[in-house]
Nanobody, 122 residues
Protein backbone atom coordinates (compact mmCIF):
# COMPACT_ATOMS: atom_id res chain seq x y z
CA UNK A 1 0.00 0.00 0.00
CA UNK A 2 1.53 3.29 -1.13
CA UNK A 3 0.54 6.44 0.72
CA UNK A 4 1.48 10.10 0.60
CA UNK A 5 1.71 11.87 3.94
CA UNK A 6 2.07 15.62 4.20
CA UNK A 7 3.44 17.64 7.09
CA UNK A 8 4.65 21.13 7.87
CA UNK A 9 1.48 23.16 7.66
CA UNK A 10 0.45 25.63 10.31
CA UNK A 11 -0.40 29.20 11.17
CA UNK A 12 1.98 31.94 10.06
CA UNK A 13 1.83 35.70 9.76
CA UNK A 14 1.85 37.40 6.38
CA UNK A 15 5.39 37.68 5.11
CA UNK A 16 6.45 34.54 6.92
CA UNK A 17 7.67 31.19 5.63
CA UNK A 18 6.72 27.55 5.87
CA UNK A 19 8.19 24.36 4.48
CA UNK A 20 5.83 21.58 3.55
CA UNK A 21 7.01 18.01 3.29
CA UNK A 22 5.45 14.99 1.65
CA UNK A 23 6.78 11.49 2.05
CA UNK A 24 5.63 8.49 0.09
CA UNK A 25 5.53 5.27 2.06
CA UNK A 26 5.36 1.70 0.83
CA UNK A 27 7.41 -0.57 -1.35
CA UNK A 28 8.29 1.97 -4.02
CA UNK A 29 10.51 1.57 -7.02
CA UNK A 30 10.03 4.96 -8.64
CA UNK A 31 7.75 7.96 -8.64
CA UNK A 32 7.18 10.03 -11.75
CA UNK A 33 5.81 13.52 -11.17
CA UNK A 34 5.29 14.83 -7.65
CA UNK A 35 3.26 17.96 -7.13
CA UNK A 36 1.62 20.27 -4.66
CA UNK A 37 -1.97 21.41 -5.09
CA UNK A 38 -4.11 23.54 -2.87
CA UNK A 39 -7.81 24.00 -2.28
CA UNK A 40 -9.50 26.70 -0.26
CA UNK A 41 -13.13 26.42 0.93
CA UNK A 42 -15.52 27.04 -1.94
CA UNK A 43 -12.77 27.03 -4.53
CA UNK A 44 -11.44 24.50 -7.00
CA UNK A 45 -8.27 22.59 -6.33
CA UNK A 46 -5.39 24.25 -8.16
CA UNK A 47 -1.83 23.31 -9.02
CA UNK A 48 0.85 25.09 -7.00
CA UNK A 49 3.99 23.43 -8.33
CA UNK A 50 5.17 20.14 -9.74
CA UNK A 51 8.46 18.43 -10.42
CA UNK A 52 9.36 15.47 -12.59
CA UNK A 53 11.83 12.83 -11.47
CA UNK A 54 14.27 14.40 -13.96
CA UNK A 55 14.04 17.71 -12.12
CA UNK A 56 11.86 19.74 -14.46
CA UNK A 57 9.58 22.10 -12.60
CA UNK A 58 6.39 24.01 -13.24
CA UNK A 59 4.86 26.69 -11.04
CA UNK A 60 1.51 28.43 -10.91
CA UNK A 61 1.62 32.10 -11.83
CA UNK A 62 0.47 33.12 -8.34
CA UNK A 63 3.66 31.65 -6.87
CA UNK A 64 5.54 34.64 -8.32
CA UNK A 65 8.93 33.24 -7.33
CA UNK A 66 7.92 32.90 -3.68
CA UNK A 67 7.71 29.09 -3.57
CA UNK A 68 10.30 26.47 -4.42
CA UNK A 69 9.59 22.81 -5.01
CA UNK A 70 12.27 20.19 -4.49
CA UNK A 71 12.53 16.43 -4.29
CA UNK A 72 14.63 13.84 -2.58
CA UNK A 73 14.41 10.89 -4.95
CA UNK A 74 16.10 8.50 -2.54
CA UNK A 75 13.59 9.35 0.19
CA UNK A 76 10.57 9.41 -2.12
CA UNK A 77 9.83 12.86 -0.82
CA UNK A 78 8.83 16.25 -2.16
CA UNK A 79 9.05 19.60 -0.43
CA UNK A 80 7.56 23.02 -0.89
CA UNK A 81 9.45 25.96 0.56
CA UNK A 82 7.05 28.88 0.81
CA UNK A 83 8.28 32.39 1.53
CA UNK A 84 6.65 35.80 1.72
CA UNK A 85 3.32 34.15 2.41
CA UNK A 86 0.14 36.11 1.83
CA UNK A 87 -3.34 35.69 3.35
CA UNK A 88 -4.54 34.47 -0.06
CA UNK A 89 -2.19 31.50 0.34
CA UNK A 90 -4.42 30.20 3.12
CA UNK A 91 -5.57 26.82 1.92
CA UNK A 92 -5.36 23.08 2.34
CA UNK A 93 -2.25 21.88 0.55
CA UNK A 94 -2.18 18.43 -1.00
CA UNK A 95 0.64 16.27 -2.24
CA UNK A 96 0.02 14.38 -5.48
CA UNK A 97 1.78 12.01 -7.80
CA UNK A 98 0.64 11.02 -11.26
CA UNK A 99 2.19 7.55 -11.12
CA UNK A 100 4.19 5.18 -8.95
CA UNK A 101 5.91 1.89 -9.73
CA UNK A 102 6.13 -0.43 -6.77
CA UNK A 103 8.77 -3.08 -6.12
CA UNK A 104 6.29 -5.81 -7.08
CA UNK A 105 5.59 -4.14 -10.44
CA UNK A 106 2.31 -2.57 -9.46
CA UNK A 107 1.56 0.66 -11.32
CA UNK A 108 -0.44 3.17 -9.28
CA UNK A 109 -1.81 6.35 -10.79
CA UNK A 110 -3.28 9.59 -9.48
CA UNK A 111 -2.38 9.27 -5.81
CA UNK A 112 -3.29 12.01 -3.32
CA UNK A 113 -2.31 12.69 0.24
CA UNK A 114 -4.80 13.94 2.83
CA UNK A 115 -3.28 17.38 2.88
CA UNK A 116 -1.99 19.84 5.42
CA UNK A 117 -3.56 23.16 6.36
CA UNK A 118 -1.73 26.42 5.84
CA UNK A 119 -3.24 29.53 7.39
CA UNK A 120 -1.71 32.96 6.82
CA UNK A 121 -2.87 35.77 9.06
CA UNK A 122 -2.77 39.40 8.00
Amino acid sequence: QVQLVESGGGLVQAGGSLRLSCAASGSISSINVMAWYRQAPGKQRELVAKMTKEGDTQYADFVKGRFTISRDIAKNAVYLQMTNLEPDDTSHYYCHTDSVWTMNYQFIVNLWGRGTQVTVSS
